[in-house]
């Protein structure tokens, strides 16, 4: 028992589903070719490489789909190729997604350049912080420390301002207030700063300079107005300038929800190309059945999980020692949709479920219950129908209420090369939802539907 509980143990936090993986872990698998062949270094990094000016590009994707881990490849790549990146997680320590402005994003910027760049004492962010300071002082209950201070405490200084507007709602709206209005100044200093540091280090030119926002595609939906704009569009498209204006290269994650609205043109224009979308990996096919590539990949990820645990012994097979037999990995696999955190935490709750090895059926059963039952909560009694509709045509409406089960995983994204090597794109419910009843009696009576309107076109 002793031995199978530090098996259990490493086998749990090798699942750990919130932590990317670095670039070059040994443990990351190679999806391309079951996500339709696409590559970040390729569509994002490539253009980068490319471009004579300073690119703004827009990543994408569902939670917990791998977009980090990606970013963080595309990190080192470029770092690799004579850039210097500056990658940072927005909702780490900077910006409230339940709550977020631009001006929020424009300060965390400001904080993670300051703190990768550094520059000297004498810089002109801090000059345009000092600016500012009395009133951010009495704001922040003399938090903040007036003066010419080192690098290293101006740093700390503006990790204060951000964490606090994470941290305080009440403090957050008035810090804007004091901001909002100077962002133009800010902007220049920052650009000022981001020159001087960049022709004072080995890089010598802005041009070699990467900001990479990522958490951002978490920023949750505000619908507000009367013309029922939300928080979204006005971040990334009323706020655009501001976003582009920086002296660098650009990458932002953005919601899933926003790439497939009507907006999503105004995106292409306004960045100057395609938001770029990580999409599921394919375990089944549009018409149900079992795609092998997809489900082998699935298993290829937990795979290299399990066996990185110390305590687990490559003697151990993976569907026989691990898991009791090759259905009850397959279920688990196929019950994720292609989404890795999801396998992530179906993998979690049956391992804690366990006792003893192997993981049973019955475990792996219990966990895809217990989320199932998450997935019911998270569907409104009018969404029921415009599911059933998807699973059905496997096409979405470019709509609100598409663009919200999009941007709750209810709703996941495939892609596949056809024949031609045209890349295909299909929608399906994530296949928890499928076993919930309410599903079944709105997919009953769609099924119904379409047979009935067939019906009466042949009649």
């Known amino acids: ?74 990190a080192k790549f470029l770092e690799e ?27 965390a910027c400001t904080r993670h350049l300051l703190q990768v760049l550094k520059g000297p004492q004498e810089n002109p962010i801090w000059r345009w912080v000092q600016s500012r300071m009395q009133a951010l002082k009495e704001l922040l209950q003399s938090e903040i420390t007036l003066g010419n201070i080192s690098i290293e405490s101006q740093i700390t200084q503006f990790a204060k301002l951000t964490a606090t507007l994470k941290a305080s709602p009440d403090t957050r709206a008035k810090i804007r207030q004091i901001i909002e209005p100077h962002t133009v100044s800010l902007i220049e200093a920052l650009n000022q700063f981001i020159a001087e540091a960049m022709a004072n280090s080995s890089y010598q030119s802005t041009q070699k300079l990467v900001v990479i926002a990522d958490n951002l595609d978490r920023i949750t939906p505000v619908i507000a107005g009367e013309e029922a704009r939300s928080n979204h569009e006005q971040i990334f498209i009323d706020r655009n300038e501001q ?6 290269h650009v990458i932002y994650t953005v919601p899933i929800s926003l790439v497939y609205s009507g907006r999503v043109t105004d995106l292409r224009d306004i960045y100057d190309t395609d938001p770029q979308v990580l999409p599921m990996i394919m375990v089944r096919e549009s018409d149900g059945e079992v795609y092998q590539p997809g489900l082998d990949t699935m298993k290829e990820v937990i795979a290299k999980r399990v066996y990185q645990a110390e305590a687990v012994s490559p003697s151990l097979g993976l569907d026989s020692k691990i898991f009791d037999a090759p259905e009850t990995l397959d279920q688990l696999c196929l019950m994720s949709g292609g989404h890795v955190r999801n396998l992530m935490l179906l993998a979690q709750s049956s391992v804690r479920r366990t006792q003893a090895l192997p993981i049973t059926a019955r475990t792996v059963k219990r966990a895809i219950t217990e989320a199932r039952n998450t997935y019911r909560h998270a569907v409104y009694e009018q969404q029921w129908p415009i599911l059933a509709k998807v699973a059905l045509t496997k096409r979405i409406l470019h709509d609100l209420a598409h663009r919200e089960l999009l941007f709750n995983r209810c ?13 295909q794109c299909w929608y399906d419910v994530h296949p928890l939802i499928r ?19 067939a019906e009466a076109e042949t009649s």
């Open 81 to 107: 190729h004579g850039f210097q990146v500056v990658y940072f997680a927005a909702d780490d320590e900077d910006i409230d997604t339940e709550d977020a402005q631009y001006t929020d994003i424009l300060l």
């Open 243 to 248: 976003l582009k204006a920086l002296n660098c």
């Open 435 to 453: 076993g919930i009843q309410e599903f079944q009696t709105a997919w009953s009576e769609a099924k119904g539907k379409k047979v009935r309107d």
């Open 411 to 423: 709703i996941l994204e495939y892609r596949f090369l056809d024949q031609d090597d045209e890349l």
């Open 1 to 74: 028992m002793a031995d199978d509980f530090e098996i259990l143990r490493g086998i749990y936090n090798a699942f750990d589903p919130f932590r990317p993986l670095p670039a070059k872990d040994p443990v990351y698998v190679d999806c391309r070719e079951v996500r339709g062949d696409g590559d970040i270094l390729v569509e994002l990094g490539n253009q980068i490489l490319l471009a004579e000016r300073f690119t703004h590009q827009l990543y994408t994707g569902h939670r917990g789909a791998g977009k980090s881990t990606e970013l963080l490849r595309l």
